[in-house]
């Protein structure tokens, strides 16, 4: 069984070098990498929109749901950037994107977001705050050790960051 299954492999590596892009490994670095390049999207997103909702004087969920979604605009957008520099047309590009980062910017905002609500003060502490800032700074850290694995075994299977992978490395 064990030579059968190495030959599958091999015939899946034959097939990615035949179409031009060698196969992603799913080692706890390419997935630490993966994670990575998705935090800084959600970090853009999140940090903008708490800071706007905070600035406005917004309650709770309204501050939740417009980090969420400048989270999901920002990891998308840093993408597309990628895939579009590579030459892949825009709609391609929006197909990658949501193909490679959904799950993992989900993963991402469901935690941090309940790590943060859940930081009690935080999100009435305003911009001046300590209390603010390092829950927000602590939201995205373990964000970020819940997402890893989840992009792990997401890149093993030919998912998430995988769907990238053939465009950044032109």
């Given amino acids: 069984m064990g030579q059968h299954h190495h030959s599958e492999h091999a015939v899946t590596d ?7 892009h ?15 390049h998705c935090l800084t999207g959600c970090a853009i997103g999140e940090v903008l ?3 706007l909702a905070t600035w406005w004087g917004w309650s709770t969920w309204p501050s939740v749901a417009l980090a969420v979604v400048l989270a999901f605009f920002f990891g998308y957008l ?6 579009l520099r590579s030459g892949l047309a825009f709609a391609a590009a929006v197909r ?3 193909a490679a980062d959904t799950v993992s910017i989900l993963v991402m905002e469901i935690v941090d977001n309940a790590v943060l609500v859940g930081v009690p003060g935080a999100m009435e502490a305003g911009l001046v ?17 819940v997402t890893v694995p989840v992009n792990k075994w997401m890149i093993g ?5 995988a769907a990238v992978h053939q465009y ?3």
């Fill in 157 to 161: 299977r030919g998912l998430g960051h």
């Fill in 22 to 36: 060698a196969a992603l490994k799913a080692t706890w670095g390419v997935a630490a990498s993966a994670t990575l």
């Fill in 49 to 51: 929109g708490m800071v």
């Fill in 129 to 145: 705050s300590i209390l603010f800032w390092g829950s927000l700074a602590f939201s995205l850290a373990v964000a970020f050790v």
């Fill in 168 to 170: 950044m490395h032109r």
């Fill in 14 to 20: 034959q097939a990615a070098h035949e179409h031009g």
């Fill in 78 to 83: 840093l993408t597309m950037q990628s895939v």
């Fill in 96 to 98: 990658v994107a949501l």
